[in-house]
């Protein structure tokens, strides 16, 4: 599964998620990591597409 962690070990951490922030505050934390996520994707595939452009302009 996600980063070698089985379901027992994703399961106890949220939990303790739940109980360190509480059920109101899961989803905002939830929406802040998927879009935290998105970005370092985003900024992952950025320089692939520079690389691209620069051997194209090359020559």
Known sequence: MLFGLGW???TVIGVVALL???PKKIPELGGALGK???GFK???N???ELEES???TEG
């Open 20 to 22: 360190i922030f509480g």
């Open 54 to 56: 620069d051997t194209d």
């Open 46 to 48: 950025k320089p692939d």
């Open 36 to 38: 935290t996520l998105r």
């Open 42 to 44: 985003e900024e992952m």
């Open 8 to 10: 027992p070990e994703v």
